[in-house]
């Protein structure tokens, strides 16, 4: 009798390998998730703390710089207790540089802005100031615009800051012109915030307003020039009859011994026939931009604040973060 090898025994498929394999990548798949959500967790954490940071850097540099700005104050009212003329050789007119702080630097300046020519007082509760226009018409002529360019622009200038709607001749605009511009924009009919402003106004170009810009200020009306501290343009602009080059002599005059008072100015100009209205002029100043700059961390941060020294403490005017 002949041996047959037994026939071979067929059963269901063993998955036992596919089974740990497709395990494995599930596994795997999970790992890579989940570390993709911890990343991103993580980078998002990592974002947030910068913020956090960033945010707390900006706060404490603003907080620098408001403290320059609360020095200039103390300042200012130390200078006006002990002396009653203000001129550019006073503590205040000197820069603070840049200053080590823990972990950052602040620094600060004062300008006295009563030593310009006050936009503002060009309309008067009653109307037009014929002296202050003509004023403003000779500074013009400074900076080199012509008389019939002078005339147009202080049209201009006179409508955007009157109250009423009707614009003046010639040059002037008022509503209906600005409207017709691109992009449409109205008159403030009200005085300016500014000096930047004068840029809205028609006809002031950028190149003008920055040649203007040493000399002018945007201050509540009825304010005074300060002679101890106006350039000789301002001087010239503010005394009809004082040439620029007259004036350039004044502040050489001015820079060995500052003008104790009105009285000691006018005995000081070139010609007695000079008669400058005192009651636009003044030897004290009562405006000042005080500028505080500070950096802490990786925040830097430039505050402006317009002063009034009508009290011996000033006030606050307005304020802006730069």
Not at 12 to 31: D, E
Not at 71 to 83: I, M, P, Q
Not at 110 to 137: C, M, Y
Not at 263 to 269: E, G, I, Q, T, V
Request: charged content about 20%; glycine content about 8%; proline content about 7%.
């Amino acid at each position: 009798m002949s041996c047959r090898p037994s026939p071979p025994v067929f059963g269901p498929p063993r998955r036992h390998g596919t089974q740990r394999g497709a395990a494995v990548i599930l596994a795997l798949l999970t790992v890579a998730l989940v570390a993709g959500i911890a990343a991103a967790a993580v980078g998002d954490l990592g974002v947030a703390m910068d913020q956090v940071m960033g945010r707390h850097d900006q706060a404490q540099a603003r907080l620098l710089a408001r403290g320059a700005v609360d020095w200039a104050r103390n300042v200012l009212a130390e200078d006006a207790r002990t002396n009653s003329v203000d001129h550019l050789g006073e503590s205040w007119a000197v820069k603070v540089p840049p200053t080590p702080v823990e972990e950052g630097e602040v620094s600060g300046e004062l300008q006295d802005l009563s030593g310009r020519i006050n936009i503002n007082n060009l309309v008067q509760v009653d109307g037009a100031s014929l002296f202050e226009v003509e004023q403003f018409r000779r500074l013009l002529a400074i900076v080199g615009v012509g008389e019939g360019d002078a005339l147009n622009l202080t049209s201009a200038l006179l409508d955007w800051l009157d109250a009423d709607d009707t614009p003046r001749l010639p040059g002037g605009a008022e509503s209906s012109w600005y409207e017709a511009q691109t992009p449409i924009r109205r008159p403030a009919n009200g005085p300016l915030l500014a000096v930047s402003e004068l840029a809205q106004v028609r006809g002031f170009t950028p190149d003008l307003v920055a040649r203007l810009s040493p000399f002018v200020a945007a201050l509540p009306a009825d304010s005074k020039i300060n002679v101890n501290t106006a350039p000789a343009e301002v001087l010239a602009a503010a005394i009809p009859g004082l040439s620029l080059d007259a004036a350039r002599l004044l502040i050489v005059q001015r820079s060995r011994a500052w003008f104790k008072d009105l009285p000691d100015f006018k005995a000081r100009l070139p010609s007695q026939d000079l008669n400058p209205d005192t009651n636009r002029l003044a030897t004290t100043s009562r405006h000042f931009l005080a500028t505080g700059r500070a950096r802490f961390g990786v925040s830097m941060v430039r505050m402006e604040v317009l002063l009034d020294r009508e009290q011996r403490w000033p006030t606050i005017v307005w304020q802006k973060l730069l």
